[in-house]
Structure formats: C-alpha cells, structure tokens
C-alpha cells in the first residue's frame, strides 16, 4: 500500500469513527463504511446520515475542514431514537427480519415467533419491509437523542454489523457448496446410468 492509500485509508477510518453506525442505508450507501469511503475521497456531501444529524455533521466539517452544512432531508430526518416492536402473537417465524437486522438485533428461530433486543437496536427499520405479515413496528424508545450515547455504541454497533454480515456469508457459502455438491452427486449418478447402459448393451452382444 502506497502513502497515498494509507493516507485515504486512515482518513476512511477517521470519518467511519463518528458515523453513529445503524447501518441503515438512509445515506444511499449499503452501511456506514461505504459511506466513510465516499466522504474520505470527496464523492459523496457530509450531511447524508440523519441518524448521525447536526452533530456529526458539524464532527465531520472539523475533521475535514469542510463548510458545516444543514442536513439533506432527502435522506430523512433526525428523529427521536425508535426501536422495532414485534406483535409476537402475529409472527409466523419466517427468519426474514433476522437476516435484514443490520445489527443481530432479532433473535428468533424458523417457525417460531422472533423478539427484538431493545438495546441493540438502532431504529433503522430494514426489517419493517420484509415483514409478509406486517407484525413489526416502529415505536419511539422514550429517550431523547443522545450524541454522547451514541457515540459509545457505535463501535459495538460496527462489530454486531461485521458479525452479521460474516453469518451470512458463511451460509451462503455453505448453500453454495451445498448445491455444488448435489450437482455433482446428480452427475455422478448420469454417469453411472450410462455406463450401466452401455455395459449391459456390451453383454447383451455377447449373449
């Protein structure tokens, strides 16, 4: 790695240390560090993370020395903290909210009805849209918004996501050489068949 991308790489992570880290895509990005990339190499406005708000903004304008901006509503607001209530009466287990929760804040199993971690959740309402039967709320946690706070969550937050999206790559993986191990089965089984065939086309000859 050259100065030039140790350097870029050292300001990325700089800028991804004040993201509050919900993961919540509202920036247009997949998750936070995307985003702390785009900042970093100057293609992407500081004011895109309405979880963060004015607060990270005016944190970001300091660290890179840029004009404090008012943030871009067209990623939403900077709203009160929210946390995803599940009607567990109404849930069919279907595990979809499990894999969109950003942070493994839902705990659950397959056919059985699924609750939110409170204190893990971060209010970014990827797992509403998922929902088939719509059992998922979001309802304002009753504490106000938090810098400070939220601030100290966010690197435990960064590992959850990192842990998250290791899970589901080793299962789809695991799906993958699932499949890949059928089909060569299914060869294997083609191959056999034909050669029983032809073996008995050869004996039939003889007789």
């Given at each position: 790695?050259?100065?030039?991308?140790?350097?870029?790489?050292?300001?990325?992570?700089?800028?991804?240390?004040?993201?509050?880290?919900?993961?919540?895509?509202?920036?247009?990005?997949?998750?936070?560090?995307?985003?702390?990339?785009?900042?970093?190499?100057?293609?992407?406005?500081?004011?895109?993370?309405?979880?963060?708000?004015?607060?990270?903004?005016?944190?970001?304008?300091?660290?890179?020395?840029?004009?404090?901006?008012?943030?871009?509503?067209?990623?939403?607001?900077?709203?009160?903290?929210?946390?995803?209530?599940?009607?567990?009466?109404?849930?069919?287990?279907?595990?979809?909210?499990?894999?969109?929760?950003?942070?493994?804040?839902?705990?659950?199993?397959?056919?059985?009805?699924?609750?939110v971690i409170s204190v893990e959740c971060t209010g970014c309402a990827l797992c509403l849209p998922p929902c088939p039967v719509d059992?998922?709320?979001?309802?304002?946690?009753?504490?106000?918004?938090?810098?400070?706070?939220?601030?100290?969550?966010?690197?435990?937050?960064?590992?959850?996501?990192?842990?998250?999206?290791?899970?589901?790559h080793a299962r789809e993986l695991q799906a993958r050489n699932k499949a890949a191990l059928a089909a060569a089965e299914r060869k294997?089984?083609?191959?056999?068949?034909?050669?029983?065939?032809?073996?008995?086309?050869?004996?039939?000859?003889?007789?």
């Amino acid at each position: 790695m050259n100065a030039d991308n140790a350097g870029w790489r050292q300001l990325a992570d700089a800028v991804d240390g004040l993201l509050p880290q919900t993961q919540c895509g509202q920036c247009g990005f997949d998750s936070c560090r995307p985003y702390a990339e785009a900042i970093a190499e100057g293609s992407a406005a500081i004011n895109q993370c309405p979880p963060g708000g004015d607060e990270t903004i005016a944190e970001l304008a300091i660290l890179l020395g840029r004009p404090a901006l008012p943030l871009n509503t067209a990623h939403g607001t900077a709203t009160a903290p929210a946390v995803a209530r599940i009607d567990e009466s109404a849930c069919i287990g279907c595990t979809l909210c499990i894999d969109a929760c950003p942070v493994d804040a839902i705990v659950g199993a397959r056919r059985l009805m699924h609750t939110v971690i409170s204190v893990e959740c971060t209010g970014c309402a990827l797992c509403l849209p998922p929902c088939p039967v719509d059992c998922i709320v979001l309802k304002p946690s009753g504490e106000p918004r938090d810098r400070d706070a939220q601030r100290l969550a966010a690197p435990r937050l960064r590992e959850r996501y990192r842990a998250h999206r290791q899970r589901l790559h080793a299962r789809e993986l695991q799906a993958r050489n699932k499949a890949a191990l059928a089909a060569a089965e299914r060869k294997k089984a083609v191959i056999a068949k034909a050669l029983a065939r032809a073996q008995q086309r050869l004996a039939d000859r003889k007789s």
